[in-house]
């Protein structure tokens, strides 16, 4: 099956630095996602590309859609307390029909110092 | 409009014990997902269905079951649990477009002693 890697696994920053992490597959995905976890909660999207090359913000957030289909990073500038959680990035591949599975990395965990 | 909930938060069972765990949306999607995750493994999908009536196998099926008897529910079935079965469960729903995202429940802690 396809396969994410990602990576950091985990980042330990000061407040005020800009985070960098990102996502390689082994085949081509038509859809990246980022997701958050706060501890004991589910994952909230943050970010959602659909086109390869596309490069979308929102807010201090910004990821890009790799043009081989294949990768995906997600920048996060002047870090923040509440920025601390863990990090996921998810591959969706429409294979017709109405299958739509998402394949997620094993995450980065995030922590940053005050 | 409470999104995905999910029934228990906690759970701790014996080996060989049975559950279910339930799933519920309101947002009417057709699309619902159960996953795992365990530690440094992300997530893991178990069983999803595409709309009312329809299950189909995910990546770590075995050991489980689902049944999508009502568009807004989805449930989970263990029939005899195992250790290897300890994990947080999420569930989550997305709607029928390509461009719809997954949304997630807050979890399920199961603990099989």
């Given at each position: 099956?396809?396969?994410?890697?990602?990576?950091?696994?985990?980042?330990?920053?000061?407040?005020?630095?800009?985070?960098?992490?990102?996502?390689?597959?082994?085949?081509?995905?038509?859809?990246?996602?980022?997701?958050?976890?706060?501890?004991?909660?589910?994952?909230?999207?943050?970010?959602?590309?659909?086109?390869?090359?596309?490069?979308?913000?929102?807010?201090?957030?910004?990821?890009?859609?790799?043009?081989?289909?294949?990768?995906?990073?997600?920048?996060?500038?002047?870090?923040?307390?509440?920025?601390?959680?863990?990090?996921?990035?998810?591959?969706?591949?429409?294979?017709?029909?109405?299958?739509?599975?998402?394949?997620?990395?094993?995450?980065?965990?995030?922590?940053?110092?005050? | 409009?409470?999104?995905?909930?999910?029934?228990?938060?906690?759970?701790?069972?014996?080996?060989?014990?049975?559950?279910?765990?339930?799933?519920?949306?309101?947002?009417?999607?057709?699309?619902?997902?159960?996953?795992?995750?365990?530690?440094?493994?992300?997530?893991?999908?178990?069983?999803?269905?595409?709309?009312?009536?329809?299950?189909?196998?995910?990546?770590?099926?075995?050991?489980?079951?689902?049944?999508?008897?009502?568009?807004?529910?989805?449930?989970?079935?263990?029939e005899s649990a195992a250790p290897s079965q300890t994990s947080v469960y999420f569930c989550a729903s997305k709607a029928g477009g390509f461009a719809d995202t997954q949304y997630f429940g807050p979890g399920t802690r199961l603990t099989v002693l």
């Amino acid at each position: 099956g396809q396969q994410l890697n990602q990576s950091p696994q985990s980042m330990f920053i000061q407040e005020g630095e800009d985070v960098s992490m990102n996502c390689t597959s082994s085949s081509i995905f038509n859809t990246w996602l980022w997701y958050k976890q706060d501890p004991g909660e589910g994952p909230v999207l943050l970010i959602a590309l659909y086109k390869a090359g596309e490069l979308t913000s929102n807010g201090r957030l910004t990821a890009q859609f790799g043009i081989t289909r294949k990768d995906s990073f997600l920048n996060i500038s002047a870090s923040i307390p509440s920025d601390v959680g863990i990090y996921f990035c998810a591959g969706q591949l429409f294979s017709g029909g109405s299958n739509y599975k998402l394949t997620f990395g094993k995450g980065t965990l995030l922590t940053v110092n005050p | 409009n409470a999104g995905v909930t999910q029934t228990p938060k906690f759970r701790v069972l014996k080996t060989g014990q049975s559950m279910t765990l339930l799933c519920a949306q309101d947002m009417n999607h057709e699309y619902m997902y159960w996953y795992r995750q365990d530690p440094g493994m992300g997530l893991r999908l178990i069983h999803y269905s595409v709309g009312e009536g329809t299950t189909a196998k995910g990546e770590v099926p075995d050991g489980y079951n689902v049944s999508r008897l009502k568009k807004q529910n989805f449930l989970l079935g263990l029939e005899s649990a195992a250790p290897s079965q300890t994990s947080v469960y999420f569930c989550a729903s997305k709607a029928g477009g390509f461009a719809d995202t997954q949304y997630f429940g807050p979890g399920t802690r199961l603990t099989v002693l």
